[in-house]
Each structure stands twice: as structure tokens, then as C-alpha cells.
């Protein structure tokens, strides 16, 4: 792969209008400031990350760790870009090197735009409606490709969707976002049919045509005969870099505001990313701020930049192999530092061993598989058979933009997946209660 060509402000959908003259703001600039103000993006506050929406003790919700991951993400590339400037200074194209900060912020700002309500276990809550529950009875109405891209439903493929297809009343291309950003948000870049045991996959079926294009277009080779494989877009390992440095080290924080790390262990895991030289320097920080929660804010802060600084090495060094598609792992496995990697590798274990199986997170998780599993057999119920009284009651509830009638069984389940998977977990509460008589207008 090579930068040039990686690097395109050709729009999808607008391709006919492509300007390549200097602007105020560029079509990348243009890309951040789309999705800040975009519905889906808003939608992000009310959705769940790993704990519960907060009460009196605020946590992350989606939004605030795309607005954070966005905010690494940026810094990582702009150091990338700096290094990468020096090295190609006497190449025609260096200048477009500036621009990897705006499109890796854009794209950790999209990252996580097609999870659906109460965290993971709601990706795994649609997943399993088909593969475990009511939804098998679907296969034989399915190709292969179909049937394997609702069994493994990913968020990130559905990111993707989210951007890419046009919803009813709206225009060719989505959100006519730059080739550039949507090929930076794909991080498993391949077809449903290879998502194996972990069940990741990079689009669905019915966008592996407009993922072709965008991969032609950036120079982005395919790995298969059949064009459902291809090498990653650059970016992606900034981008995920970004999310697993955020999510990893705001988990810790998030689980000592509520408790269920204990303040000692908190600061023992953050302190393991301090070099021994600067070490005594943080505890003389430390011992001037007598806030638990400032301790832990400025030792998260001090962890999240020395992660940043050893992934951007990282890629730095192993650009060759990234453009050649040769990198094995992230650009965490690949940091040189030996007590970064340790130290992430710690607060990894302690968030599987206490933070995800901690009671309020299940609680969210069956909950929020309870809500999704009804709310998917309903709606379904109604796109396939709108004959039915019921069946054209409910489908009222569906915003327009969602095609339930769409020629093929296909395209209707996804009409519901579209809808579902854009709840915030709010709504998909209140619709739940409303459907099963809990909840009722006020009379």
C-alpha cells in the first residue's frame, strides 16, 4: 500500500463532485465536524460502555469513550505523521502526511456508531437470537453469506453500515463520508463467512460492493480470490490502538469512582507504566493531592500518555510491514517497552477478573439480553407477516428510514437490525415496558 493513494478526500457517493482544491477546513475537517453533530453520534450518551448509565457516580458511556478515544487517537497520528514527514521529506506527497490526525480522530469518533443498547452483551444478545433462539427458523430463507453475517453480528461491521448505506429518504453514499475515514473504522476487514470462533468481521454482505470500491480506490489489496478478504487500512491500528488504550485504562478508573477495584490496587496497576527514573518524582506528585480520585485521574493520565507514545513507536517502526500487510498483532503487542506491555497486560487481567464479571455489570448484561432478545422477536414478527392486526401496529413504532418493506427476507431483517441496534438503551427500556403493558400514556 502505499500513502498517496491511502489518503483521499473522494467522498462516497458525491465522487462526481470531487474537488481536490485547498479549502478553510478540509474534506477531513469536514468528515470531524459531520459526525460531531451527527443523530447517531448523539445517540452514543445514552448507550451503555461497560457499567450501567450513571446515577450520582458518572461513568463512561459511549460517547464520552468515542470523545476520549477520538482525543488519542488524534495525538498518536500526529506523531506518527511528524516521523513519517521526516522520513518521506523529499517525496511530492509529504504534504498530505498532515492530514492522518483529522482522519483517525474522525474515525474513532465513528468506531463505535453501529454498537447496539447495553454494551457487548447486546451485540451477543442478536447474534444468539438467530444462531440459539427463535430466529434459526430464518435460515433456510438466507444465502450463507446472510445467514452468517446476522449469527455474528458485530458492531463494528454495523459501524460501517451505519455510514455507508442509504437509509429510506436519504442521500447515495450515507454520510458521504471521505474513502479515507470509512476504510480507517474497518478493523477486521474481511467477509462474516471468515469471522470464525471470535465471530469478527469487518461489513456485511449487503456493503461488501461498496467496501470494494473504497478499497480499489485506496490501493487497498484483497487477500482472496473472491475479494472478501482484504489487507488493513493503515490507520486501523492507530484506531485501535486509540480504543483498546481508553477503554483498558478508563475501565480501571471507572471501577475505582464505583468501588469494585480498591484504591491501592488501582494505583499499583497505573503506577506500573511510571519508568523507574520518574517514579519517586510521581509519588512526590501523589502525596501532594489528597482526592483518591485525583490520584488515580493524573496516574490514568500519566499511563494513557506513555501508551500513546509507545504506540506511535511502534507503528513508526513497523511501517514497512503494516503497509505490507506482514504486522502480526496490534500496535500494543509491538511496543518496545517490556513494562508497558506488562502493565497493560496486568490491567487486562484485573478488568476480566473483577471489573467484567462485577454485579452490576451482568446485571446490565441480562438484563439488556432479556430487552433485546423481545424487542427482536416482535419487530420481526411484524416486518415478515405486516398482515397481521398486530403485525401493523407495531410497525408504526418503525422510523421511516428503516426499510421494512423491502423486497427480500434479507433486507427486512436488517431493517430491524438498523432499528435495534440504534437504540439508545433508554429507549429500548421504555419500548419494552410499552409492548409487554408495563408502561401506558397517561390516561
Known amino acids: 500500500m502505499q500513502w498517496p493513494l491511502l489518503i483521499s478526500s473522494k467522498r462516497l457517493g458525491l465522487e462526481r ?3 481536490p482544491r485547498s479549502h478553510t477546513r478540509s474534506d477531513f475537517q469536514r468528515d470531524f465536524d459531520r459526525m460531531i453533530f451527527s443523530s447517531p453520534f448523539r445517540r452514543l450518551q445514552n448507550k451503555t460502555q461497560v457499567f450501567p448509565l450513571p446515577g450520582s457516580i458518572f461513568v463512561h458511556n459511549r460517547l464520552t469513550h468515542s470523545l476520549e478515544v477520538s482525543s488519542v487517537g488524534r495525538s498518536m497520528a500526529n506523531v506518527v505523521a511528524d516521523g513519517l514527514r521526516v522520513k518521506y521529506a523529499s517525496r511530492s506527497w509529504v504534504g498530505i502526511l498532515q492530514h492522518l490526525g483529522d482522519i483517525v480522530a474522525t474515525a474513532c469518533l465513528c468506531h463505535d456508531l453501529g454498537n447496539p443498547p447495553f454494551g457487548h452483551s447486546g451485540e451477543k444478545a442478536i447474534g444468539t437470537f438467530f444462531s440459539e433462539q427463535r430466529g434459526r427458523d430464518m435460515r433456510g430463507d438466507l444465502t450463507e453469506e446472510q445467514w452468517a453475517d446476522i449469527i455474528n453480528f458485530e458492531g463494528n461491521a454495523n459501524s ?45 454482505s449487503a456493503e461488501l460492493p461498496i467496501y470494494r470500491k473504497i478499497a480499489a480506490e485506496l490501493g487497498i489489496p484483497a487477500l482472496d480470490e473472491g475479494q472478501t478478504i482484504f489487507m488493513r487500512h493503515p490507520l486501523v491500528y492507530i484506531v485501535e490502538a486509540a480504543d483498546d488504550i481508553c477503554y483498558q485504562i478508563m475501565d480501571i478508573e471507572d471501577a475505582h469512582k464505583l468501588k469494585i477495584l480498591p484504591h491501592d490496587h488501582t494505583v499499583e496497576l497505573l503506577m506500573a507504566y511510571v519508568p523507574e527514573e520518574r517514579k519517586n518524582h510521581t509519588w512526590e506528585t501523589l502525596g501532594r493531592v489528597s482526592d483518591p480520585n485525583e490520584k488515580v485521574a493524573y496516574l490514568r493520565s500519566t499511563a494513557i500518555g506513555a501508551l500513546t507514545e509507545q504506540c506511535a513507536a ?13 504486522l502480526k498483532g496490534s500496535l500494543i503487542d509491538n511496543m518496545r517497552s517490556m513494562q508497558a506491555r506488562e502493565a497493560y497486560a496486568s490491567c487486562s487481567h484485573t478488568a476480566f477478573d ?26 420481526l414478527e411484524a416486518v415478515l407477516h405486516p398482515e397481521e392486526y398486530a403485525s401493523r401496529l407495531l410497525l408504526h413504532k418503525i422510523p421511516e428510514q428503516y426499510e421494512t418493506d423491502a423486497p427480500d427476507r434479507y433486507g427486512r431483517i436488517l431493517s430491524v437490525l438498523d432499528h435495534v441496534s440504534a437504540m439508545t438503551d433508554v429507549y429500548a427500556l421504555d419500548l419494552f415496558r410499552k409492548l409487554n403493558g408495563h408502561s401506558l400514556p397517561a390516561v
Do not use: C, N, W
Open 17 to 19: 463532485y470531487h474537488d
Open 160 to 204: 460501517l453500515r451505519v455510514l455507508v448505506h442509504q437509509f429510506a429518504g436519504r442521500r447515495p453514499g450515507g454520510f458521504a463520508m471521505t474513502y479515507s475515514a470509512l476504510a480507517s473504522i474497518v478493523k477486521y476487514p474481511y467477509a462474516s463467512i471468515h469471522a470464525g470462533a471470535k465471530g469478527k468481521f469487518g461489513f456485511f
Open 314 to 326: 511502534a507503528f513508526l517502526d513497523h511501517e514497512d510491514d503494516i503497509l505490507s500487510g506482514r
Open 354 to 379: 473483577k471489573i467484567y464479571s462485577a454485579t452490576e455489570v451482568v446485571d446490565i448484561e441480562l438484563a439488556g439480553h432479556r430487552i433485546i432478545t423481545y424487542l427482536l422477536g416482535r419487530l
